[in-house]
């Protein structure tokens, strides 16, 4: 069984630029999550899909964050524009139940 | 709201000795708890989770947790640690009335020296 499928896996942007992240979820997961991760710290919550429905979104920063899972599978979280303290990795993660399976993540790095 | 705390930030330890990884949770209402690993570069790996039943939990790579709740503790444990278990160790827990929300602790470096 594939696992969570992200991409990039690095990104390196300047301030100000928008970056957008790809997550492809375990098949017939039909829960998906986007997570921030610090460094040297336990990955938060940014929104929680089920389907295509976001029903917890409320810690994503809505001013400058955005994300979609069309067709509630794929989803895309976009940053426009990103500042220095978007660095982080952000982690996608799918889930049948209880039990989250996460993607490897993105790297971000924001110069 | 409910919140972890991962009593240490590292742990070193020498091949085949055992260790324990603290967590403690706040909560007022049921908990669900997860202990998750993440080798360097990689995504999280669940190891073991407590829902209900038997409070001592059996996981992959002979780790094991035990829930405690009068204590309010989950601490993770394995009786002989290997060179491939160095990675980093956390903790999350889920509500009966936060369904599909972890929060994570800060989590652990664990550290096994040959």
């Known amino acids: 069984e594939a696992g969570v499928v992200q991409s990039p896996r690095y990104k390196i942007i300047e301030k100000k630029q928008p970056v957008a992240f790809w997550c492809n979820p375990i098949?017939?997961?039909?829960?998906l999550y986007w997570y921030r991760q610090n460094l040297g710290q336990g990955p938060e919550l940014l929104i929680r899909y089920e389907n295509e429905e976001a029903v917890d979104d409320s810690q994503l920063p809505k001013d400058r964050f955005s994300a979609e899972r069309l067709k509630g599978v794929d989803s895309t979280l976009k940053i426009q524009p990103a500042e220095l303290g978007d660095s982080a990795v952000y982690l996608c993660a799918s889930s049948p139940g209880w039990e989250q399976y996460f993607g490897p993540g993105t790297r971000l790095t924001v110069t | 709201a409910q919140s972890v705390t991962q009593l240490d930030s590292q742990v070193p330890v020498f091949e085949e000795a055992p260790v324990e990884l603290r967590c403690n949770y706040s909560?007022?209402?049921?908990?669900?708890l997860f202990w998750y690993v993440q080798y360097p570069n990689q995504g999280l790996q669940l190891l073991l989770k407590?829902?209900?039943?038997?409070?001592l939990v059996k996981g992959i790579n002979g780790f094991e947790a035990e829930f405690n709740k009068s204590q309010t503790s989950f601490h993770l444990r394995k009786p002989s640690v290997h060179i491939s278990d160095t990675a980093e160790y956390f903790c999350a827990v889920s509500t009966s009335t936060s369904y599909g929300k972890l929060t994570f602790g800060q989590g652990t470096i664990l550290t096994v020296h040959p």
């Open positions: 098949s017939g997961h039909n829960t």
């Open positions: 909560s007022s209402v049921s908990v669900y």
């Open positions: 407590y829902l209900s039943g038997s409070t």
